[in-house]
């Protein structure tokens, strides 16, 4: 969406969570000997500073990466992303939180290479800025999902691909599950993330249901909820996320069932108005939406 920026909701839960996860498959991205290319179809700023005004007005970290600030008793699988938040803070104090991009850029190598795309002008600039002096992090103004089409990649190496639409609208529900078709058609064998929000869970059956009937095999779903679903019309409050993988590597599950409790415990919205719609919250699931020896 034109108008959409990420900063008011930087460092939010659904940030730790597609953060969070993206950093446990770049690691085992890391541990291959090959290079991989990183595809980032909506990166957005790449770095946020919570002191902002924008960021303060509604202070989404608060349930969200503050929640996990200083804490030495989080499991291994959060480490790698926690301490690059320190790195970007190393003063002790929380001010600037990572962006998708600055994550993996501080996580590739020099053969490695990322591909980050966005169609604000004000986001890329700043995204544009942040990485000037990156030889192998190429910053492009444009439609991040059509770009796919014609991006050419180097043979031999791995391919990892998020999308995260700005979920602004219904339509982006179908923009995301389309988006994700047509990553998987140019590299087969990537891996692919799909971030979504959990505001209306009518959308998101909808979206399994899309993603499991679309042929694509091999799809890993984890959802990390800090309130019961918000049925009002009139706040329709996003009370949780999620992230559909297609071609997980061979451990995620395992990592995700040992740090989604986690944050499930600490990331509950303890600030979540109106009050009337919070029931039994700090909730999370992981499920094979379709399993490996299923892919067609």
């Known amino acids: 969406m034109p108008h ?4 008011s909701h930087a460092g939010n839960h659904g940030d730790v969570l597609k953060h969070a996860v993206l950093c446990l498959i770049v690691e085992q991205l890391l541990a291959r000997a090959n290079p991989f ?9 790449g770095l946020y500073d919570l002191w902002a005004p924008a ?10 990466i503050l929640r996990l600030w200083h804490h030495n008793d989080l499991p291994a699988g959060l480490h790698t992303y926690i301490d690059i938040v320190y790195k970007m803070n190393p003063f002790g104090e929380l001010r600037w939180y990572p962006g998708s991009p600055a994550l993996v850029g501080q996580l590739m190598r020099a053969q490695d290479n990322a591909h980050l795309f966005d169609v604000h002008s004000s986001e890329i600039k700043t995204l544009q800025n942040l990485f ?42 179908v923009f995301g599950s389309n988006a994700l078709k047509v990553a998987q058609g140019r ?40 309130a019961a679903d918000d049925t009002s019309e009139k706040t329709r409050a996003m009370t ?7 071609n997980p590597p061979v451990n995620l599950k395992e990592n995700l069932q040992q740090i989604l409790p986690c944050l ?32 067609p």
């Not at 290319?37 to 700023?45: E, L, S």
């Not at 999308?163 to 529900?173: E, G, H, L, M, Q």
Request: hydrophobic share 40%; glycine share 6%; aromatic share 8%.
């Open 187 to 226: 590299f087969a064998e990537g891996v692919f993330m799909l971030w979504y929000p959990v505001i209306d869970r009518g959308e998101i059956r909808r979206l399994e249901l899309d993603v499991c009937s679309s042929g694509l095999g091999n799809i890993l779903m984890a959802e990390l909820n800090v």
């Open 132 to 173: 000037n002096s990156t030889h192998n992090v190429h910053v492009t103004h444009a439609d991040g999902p059509l770009s796919l089409n014609t991006l050419s990649l180097p043979q031999q190496h791995q391919v990892l691909v998020l999308i995260d639409p700005s979920y602004k609208t219904r339509a982006d529900f």
């Open 55 to 64: 960021a303060q007005k509604n202070r989404e970290f608060e349930t969200g």
């Open 240 to 246: 949780g996320s999620g992230m559909i993988v297609i």
């Open 37 to 45: 290319v990183y595809i980032d179809t909506h990166a957005g700023a």
């Open 264 to 295: 499930a415990r600490r990331c509950i919205a303890r600030r979540f108005t109106p009050a009337s719609h919070i029931e039994n919250p700090g909730t999370w699931r992981l499920s094979s939406l379709v399993s490996e020896n299923m892919a």
């Open 4 to 7: 959409y920026r990420h900063l």
